[in-house]
């Protein structure tokens, strides 16, 4: 099982505080470090502002060495599938070819009216022409040419380029719809995503995404199956509690939804979520300033982990 580092940056964080989780992820050896990429806080005033998904990675690129580096998703409103290829191939190059690249349809009609960004009808039909023209482009061999005729896009004579370090950047799928989600995924995803869902939830999701990946002529087993659960760990209960007011959140609840309580509990919890398929957790860090709570996972929680 490998632990990531998932982080809400709408929430309050400027790009410092964002450099020294990642520089903390990799120094404590978490597999990667993604982000979210919202524009507008979810509760709170989110001061100092958001920070940009592709920006940040960026400058992570140049800043670490090691971990890998993504998002939980790139909103697909946010961006023309074009000039998305040419920013997430940049990145890998400046990465040396550490990019993952999640990308979903985009969800939050408020951030787009309070950033003068078009919500369109549809998106899911967009996203999946998105992704086609995103790897379409990837994969178009040097000195070819790419185009592309669909109902949202429409793209002629592309040079295609430039291209990711990766031979194949990983991309990842994820939601809870029963079939356009895992249809998706099946035609498209190297992993699998599942965010803030019970283990039944994820059972189901799972079961549908194998056999919507068999029904594609894939194997269900060459894809990575992942969770998103929020983490709040802590050494005793009054540590954990201390954590949990830190986020405004109430522990029952946390360790009901999430990944909560003393690092045995953590280990279990996870545990029942490797036995349903999942081989990959991603850890939603809310209190980015909290680096200790990292240290305390990655000493009594991922040193228990096979």
């Not at 990145?91 to 070819?97: F, R």
């Not at 380029?161 to 809870?176: C, Y």
């Not at 699998?192 to 059972?203: G, R, T």
């Not at 999430?258 to 398929?277: M, N, T």
Request: with cysteine; glycine share 10%.
């Amino acid at each position: 099982m490998e632990l990531r580092i998932f982080t809400e940056p709408q929430q309050g964080a400027d790009y410092d505080t964002l450099l020294a989780v990642a520089k903390a992820t990799e120094d404590l050896r978490f597999g990667a470090f993604f982000r979210s990429d919202h524009y507008l806080a979810m509760g709170g005033d989110g001061l100092p502002g958001p920070t940009d998904a592709w920006v940040t990675l960026a400058g992570l690129a140049r800043e670490t060495s090691q971990i890998r580096l993504g998002t939980l998703m790139t909103a697909g409103t946010f961006r023309l599938p074009g000039p998305l290829a040419i920013q997430v191939a940049q990145v890998d190059a400046m990465s040396g070819g550490r990019v993952e690249f999640g990308l979903g349809s985009g969800w939050f009609e408020e951030e787009h009216t309070a950033y003068g960004i078009p919500f369109p009808e549809a998106k899911f039909a967009r996203l999946e022409e998105q992704l086609a023209i995103v790897t379409g482009l990837w994969e178009t061999p040097v000195g070819e040419r790419f185009a592309f005729d669909g109902t949202h896009y429409q793209l002629a004579d592309s040079p295609a380029l430039p291209k990711p370090a990766q031979p194949k950047v990983p991309v990842l799928i994820g939601g809870l719809g029963a079939v356009r989600t895992p249809r998706l995924a099946a035609r498209f995803a190297d992993e699998f995503n599942i965010p803030f869902a019970s283990l039944e939830d994820s059972d189901r999701q799972f079961q549908r995404v194998r056999d919507a990946v068999s029904a594609q002529d894939r194997k269900p087993a060459d894809l990575v199956y992942s969770n998103a659960l929020i983490a709040c760990v802590g050494r005793d209960d009054a540590e954990v509690a201390c954590r949990a007011r830190a986020i405004g959140r109430e522990v029952p609840e946390l360790k009901e939804n999430g990944l909560a309580g003393s690092p045995a509990e953590v280990v279990e919890k996870i545990g029942r979520y490797q036995e349903i398929g999942a081989s990959r957790i991603y850890l939603q860090i809310l209190d980015l300033h909290d680096l200790d709570h990292l240290a305390l996972i990655a000493d009594q929680v991922q040193s228990q982990l096979s």
